[in-house]
């Protein structure tokens, strides 16, 4: 209930500028009376709370594809006001008639749904070179996080976990945000089955708001290894996985309680981008994490930007490196726009041998 409150409250905010102004400008501009204004304008202005508090449950018929054009409103009304708003000097100069302005716009953000859409089925494989004195052999491991299965369909998983089978990997890490749906059946999850090698989870931020009980099921039925506060052992590597949290100490007070074996490679999997000083003051090797999308669609890569100092990419802290991978999958609209979703494939080789 509180999480809906907060949704509700955050949504009723950002009504106006994202979904209330660009409608009813671009209705002024190509000159619609009042009813045909109101007509469009209402549906449009209430779509994101209906189909988020009433519909989102609803994976059928006639309602799916509501919810996905909900979506695709969800994803292109930020790009429409950032074009809008500049457009705006040009028609109050009269350079250019509001009507013609408006079908430029209108022509212009459809175009950039479309190539969003193509750019979020298509995740890249990224290689991520690092050098280590604990490794006496290379290793090399894949990271997905961000699938968000029920957000994404179960073909979706097919293809990203083709990527990854298709790779020589010794193990795949799962960084949280798997599912994002309830009741998403241990078939839609199938994939996972394809796998050659151990797979290890951490639980992200929407496992927790899900039925999270019933997931880790699933996952254990699929042969993953949930790892909650715990270590998982791998040849040269000790993997430790720690479950998300809003909490900015999560990492320091969850490795409090936990045996880093120094003699190994220890690499630590956690959903969101913090706790790099935390991680190295513990001895953490490597810290993997995703959350962040890189925005997932512009302008909202400069709020993460604003909310987490590491918001994508590589960065150290003293012997201690953090990856943030700008996920694999996409929440809410499928769609990329100033992002890519990726598979993260981690070359890490003995110091003696990087050049």
Not at 59 to 84: E, K
Not at 331 to 341: A, F, H, T
């Given at each position: ?124 494989v990224v290689r991520v070179r690092l050098k ?224």
């Amino acid at each position: 209930m509180r999480r809906r409150t907060q949704f509700l409250l955050v949504a009723l905010l950002l009504q106006i500028p994202l979904f209330a102004y660009p409608v009813l400008r671009l209705c002024n501009w190509l000159g619609m009376d009042t009813w045909t204004t109101m007509a469009v304008f209402i549906p449009l202005f209430f779509s994101q709370i209906i189909v988020r508090l009433y519909l989102r449950h609803a994976n059928y018929g006639l309602i799916f594809w509501l919810r996905r054009a909900a979506d695709l409103w969800l994803g292109i009304s930020p790009i429409l006001l950032c074009m809008l708003l500049v457009a705006e000097v040009p028609v109050a100069l009269g350079w250019i008639a509001a009507p013609n302005a408006a079908w430029i716009l209108i022509g212009l953000t459809l175009a950039l749904m479309a190539y969003s859409v193509v750019n979020a089925y298509s995740p890249s494989v990224v290689r991520v070179r690092l050098k280590s004195p604990k490794l006496t052999a290379p290793l090399r491991f894949a990271q997905i996080t961000d699938v968000h299965i029920g957000s994404r369909s179960a073909g979706f998983l097919e293809r990203v976990m083709h990527q990854v089978n298709s790779q020589d990997i010794e193990f795949l890490c799962i960084t949280g945000d798997f599912i994002d749906a309830p009741g998403i059946s241990e078939e839609k999850l199938s994939a996972l089955r394809s796998c050659p090698v151990p797979i290890y989870f951490s639980i992200g931020n929407h496992e927790r708001y899900e039925d999270l009980d019933d997931i880790l099921q699933r996952l254990a039925a699929l042969g993953v290894e949930v790892l909650r506060s715990q270590t998982a052992a791998h040849g040269q590597v000790q993997i430790i996985g720690i479950d998300d949290s809003e909490h900015r100490a999560q990492v320091e007070r969850e490795l409090a309680g936990i045996d880093i074996d120094s003699g190994r490679f220890a690499l630590l999997l956690y959903h969101r981008p913090r706790g790099l000083p935390a991680a190295a003051a513990a001895g953490v090797d490597l810290m993997i994490c995703g959350h962040t999308h890189n925005g997932q669609i512009v302008p909202f890569n400069l709020v993460v930007n604003r909310v987490f100092e590491q918001s994508v990419g590589l960065f150290r802290h003293n012997r201690t490196h953090m990856y943030v991978s700008p996920g694999t999958g996409t929440w809410g609209p499928v769609m990329r726009l100033g992002s890519r979703g990726e598979v993260t494939l981690f070359e890490i080789v003995p110091a003696a041998g990087m050049h």
